[in-house]
């Protein structure tokens, strides 16, 4: 399609948005087009083909109201198959929107276009969508906002007063590679690729410069005495992201559109899928003051990256950087904040146990009869190349690096959607197996420091097989996970993100879990409601959650890395009693695969 043509499509589309929040009764149905098309950018003195949705990056806000129903079409002009996944929505009894690419449905074919509807009720906060084959969510990817019914009522508010204005902080990556072939190189065992600069609301801000010429930053002009709710989202493939602005203080209410108890912090930090809602009171002397966006690492001998800073802009209204004639005071240089050292990831592991649930009784109450248990191993291996049964390992070129969940490796299907083989046949029928395991099958000091490379002790531990297992749940069921991070060739953190549901996050903890020492620490009063956790580095979480939505649920870690290594499966679960508590058939605007011609990236 040509320049003049895209743009033309474009603004329409973004009328059509415009006009297309239809009332009906108190709720509403929000329609929204997005077209999917590259588009050259130029940052740090190159010019770089990106993947966008409405000439957009990052893409479109969809702004919605619980009880809401949301209608988007998707228009694919790439030269490959894409899903639009809309991360942390429930899709209660809507499976099939859930966009997750050759788990709910295949991707949309090139030149081709797909319609995605989901109702929200019960839903209020800050979610996202992004896309979900190969690594294009790097730049496909937006803010999801879903606003309670009374408006502003806010239940966190301290004042009568509402929050100013919301503030979308978008934080992500700048990548030169291009996507797809990044994605092919992962899927290959390797992770030696990096992307060039964090972002901040797709700015790569002022200390990324070409040729001493600085990027352009992102920009929050405030006025003294109001109170901003910002909405901070990881969009990144990478990299877990510490968030401070300088002399100011955040009070943390939100997380995974699910409410939290209020805590004062002077810094944020949220790993990739995650989002986390703040309240920011410009209190501080009017000034210029920098936001900074920094990724975390595990040090040494953990395989290093460079450092990922972006840097932003808190400008106070009236305020006028220089002097001139009339007088006015010069504005000192923006003030910065005060960073965790890069390798210190305690920041993170404290943050996340700060968070507790604003309890509600309708949807706040854990259950306590468990019915099923896995514990979850959550770490590397690797595969002999040119399927042989004997290789050198620990990183050897002999091997493919893969991730692993109990010491399996997702093999991701690519012409058939697991959803549609399960709802036409009940089951696999040589697609998928249904016996993933409730537990790794050697037990080992997950999270010794001596199976990173150089080694030796990972040798034994590391060779692994690709299969598609899965784990059938009847309805209504009490599951609960505990997710076990290992040091197995590298000692990473691993954000868990299970797709349909919010889970209770029970406790999370250092080292081993221990049954027998861990379990008096789970918290059944207020525990935070969330879809991704953050599973500490050599360290574990417990999650619980009843499985009232029935489908195929896809649970994987949200490092792109991982998920493109296999750190994942799926969930089924069975349909309820009632036609209520029943997966419905496909709707009509669901093509099932091979429809317009199956696409693989």
Request: aromatic share 10%.
């Amino acid at each position: 399609m040509g320049k003049v043509s895209m743009a033309a499509l474009i603004l329409c589309v973004s009328l059509l948005a415009l006009s297309t929040a239809v009332s009906i009764g108190e709720a509403a149905v929000v329609e929204h087009t997005f077209v999917v098309h590259e588009m050259n950018v130029t940052h740090l003195c190159n010019t770089t083909k990106i993947y966008v949705v409405n000439g957009q990056f990052p893409g479109p806000q969809i702004d919605v109201t619980d009880g809401d129903t949301v209608v988007v079409h998707v228009v694919n002009r790439l030269d490959h198959g894409l899903t639009i996944h809309w991360h942390g929505v429930r899709q209660l009894r809507s499976c099939w929107s859930d966009g997750a690419g050759f788990v709910t449905e295949c991707p949309i074919p090139p030149g081709a276009d797909h319609t995605y509807r989901f109702n929200l009720t019960g839903q209020v906060g800050t979610l996202w969508w992004h896309a979900h084959v190969t690594c294009l969510r790097a730049t496909i990817n937006g803010a999801f906002v879903i606003r309670p019914k009374d408006g502003t009522n806010y239940p966190f508010r301290r004042t009568t007063t509402p929050p100013a204005k919301d503030v979308p902080i978008v934080i992500g990556e700048w990548w030169q590679l291009d996507l797809v072939e990044l994605d092919r190189r992962m899927a290959d065992g390797n992770f030696d690729d990096n992307p060039l600069s964090a972002t901040i609301n797709g700015k790569l801000g002022d200390l990324s410069n070409c040729s001493g010429v600085p990027e352009e930053s992102f920009v929050l002009d405030v006025e003294r005495g109001e109170t901003y709710l910002l909405r901070i989202i990881n969009t990144a493939l990478f990299s877990e992201y510490y968030f401070k602005v300088a002399g100011h203080t955040f009070t943390v209410v939100g997380a995974d559109g699910n409410y939290l108890t209020p805590f004062e912090t002077d810094m944020v930090t949220v790993a990739p899928g995650e989002t986390i809602d703040v309240l920011m009171t410009a209190d501080a002397p009017p000034a210029h003051y920098h936001m900074v966006a920094l990724a975390n690492q595990p040090p040494e001998p953990d395989p290093q990256i460079p450092v990922f800073v972006s840097r932003g802009l808190v400008r106070y209204a009236g305020v006028v950087r220089g002097g001139d004639n009339n007088g006015r005071v010069p504005v000192p240089p923006a003030a910065v904040p005060v960073m965790p050292d890069q390798h210190n990831t305690m920041p993170s592991y404290y943050f996340h146990g700060n968070l507790t649930g604003l309890a509600y009784p309708e949807r706040h109450r854990v259950p306590m009869n468990v019915d099923e248990r896995l514990f979850v191993t959550l770490g590397l291996g690797s595969l002999c190349r040119g399927g042989k049964k004997v290789c050198k390992r620990r990183r050897s070129e002999e091997t493919i690096v893969v991730a692993t969940m109990n010491n399996v490796s997702f093999h991701h299907p690519n012409t058939t959607s697991l959803l549609e083989v399960y709802y036409d046949s009940g089951n696999g029928t040589g697609v998928y197996t249904e016996d993933f395991p409730e537990k790794p099958p050697h037990p080992y000091n997950y999270t010794n420091r001596e199976l990173i490379p150089p080694g030796p002790l990972e040798e034994v531990l590391e060779p692994t097989f690709k299969a598609t297992k899965l784990r059938r749940f009847k309805y209504n069921t009490t599951v609960e996970i505990v997710f076990q991070s290992t040091a197995l060739l590298q000692s990473d953190s691993n954000p868990m993100h299970l797709h349909g549901y919010d889970f209770f996050v029970l406790a999370q903890g250092l080292g081993n879990f221990d049954p027998k020492r861990d379990v008096a620490k789970f918290n059944y009063h207020n525990p935070q409601l969330r879809n991704t956790v953050q599973v500490p580095r050599t360290g574990w979480a417990a999650i619980r959650f009843v499985t009232d939505n029935p489908g195929m649920w896809y649970l994987h870690c949200h490092f792109e890395f991982h998920i493109v290594m296999g750190m994942a499966t799926a969930f089924i679960v069975e349909n309820g009693p009632t036609p209520e508590t029943s997966l419905p058939p496909p709707p009509p605007e669901y093509k099932r695969c091979g429809a317009n011609g199956l696409s693989q990236p």
